[in-house]
């Protein structure tokens, strides 16, 4: 079945930069959306990143763009997320998340565009 693990979290100090991981097993199709969810005590989980096995430019939430950079390792079945100039903002419990899509009709931002998960890494960031 479709596995989705992440790793990478921590805590940092505000400015400081964080690399997240998410290896993916499981997934048979070449034709897949990958994405970044972050979600913050008492707050809706929100899309911040995601992109196409296929390439293309990846979509970013303006609130992360510029300071964040997701890209894919199809080799290695694994996504990333470099985080830099981070801010106690960004303090949240980061998802990856899958979803099976053919190219050319994008990527979603949004939580039920996805149908798989992983368990989530925290990420807390101090002033």
């Known amino acids: 079945q479709v ?3 992440e790793s990478g979290g921590g805590s940092v100090q505000a400015g400081g930069s964080l690399r997240l ?3 993916a097993s499981g997934y048979t199709s070449s ?3 990958m994405g970044w969810f972050r979600q913050a005590p008492g707050k809706e989980r929100e899309g ?3 992109m196409h096995s296929a390439g293309g430019p990846g979509y970013y939430t303006d609130s992360v763009t510029g300071r964040f950079t997701a890209s894919l390792d ?12 981070l801010k106690p903002e960004d303090t949240a419990m980061y998802y990856c ?3 099976r899509r053919l190219y050319g009709f994008g990527c979603p931002l949004v939580q039920n565009g996805y149908n798989y998960w992983g368990q989530g890494t925290q990420v807390t960031v101090s002033s």
Do not use: F, P, R
């Open 97 to 99: 998340a899958a979803v």
């Open 74 to 85: 199809n080799a290695k079945n694994t996504l990333y997320l470099q985080m830099n100039s």
């Open 3 to 5: 596995q989705l693990v």
């Open 48 to 50: 911040i990143a995601s």
């Open 31 to 33: 034709h897949y959306c």
């Open 21 to 23: 991981s998410c290896v």
